[in-house]
């Protein structure tokens, strides 16, 4: 079983950025296609982006669109999260997943594997 370490996330402006890292140990990591999530207070945990285990294939959430960048480095078993252009609407938890396939998918109940979450918090 992979085990998921999320950091970067804190406090920035409306319009700023920050990167997400997601830090995989304990089971190769190119074996796993792998996802962003985010949860915000009161609200379902919903998909924000998703990469293949090989990186050729990624896909995005409407909202965060043109804005986040999924990617990752199999050789650092780490995938990242660029965000720019930040809105207050992006506040949340941001959850990493990974899933033991070559497709990553927009289900988050299609992920067997969690890390603790980061929080990003967006001010306007």
């Known amino acids: 079983q992979v085990q998921l370490v999320e950091s970067g996330g804190g406090l920035v402006q409306a319009g700023g950025s920050l990167r997400l890292s997601c830090a995989a140990s304990?089971?190769?990591?190119?074996?796993?296609?792998m996802g962003w999530f985010r949860q915000a207070p009161g609200k379902e945990r919903e998909f924000v982006a998703a990469?293949?285990?090989?990186?050729?294939?990624?896909d995005y959430a409407d909202s965060v669109k043109g804005r986040f960048s999924i990617s990752r480095d199999n050789a650092k078993n780490t995938m990242y999260l660029q965000m720019n252009s930040l809105k207050p609407e992006d506040t949340a938890i941001y959850y990493c997943?990974?899933?033991?396939?070559?497709?990553?998918?927009?289900?988050?109940?299609?992920?067997?594997?969690w890390g603790q979450g980061t929080q990003v918090t967006v001010s306007s």
């Open positions: 997943a990974a899933r033991r396939f070559a497709i990553a998918t927009m289900n988050p109940t299609d992920y067997p594997s």
């Open positions: 304990g089971s190769p990591f190119s074996w796993y296609a």
């Open positions: 990469i293949s285990r090989g990186g050729g294939s990624t």
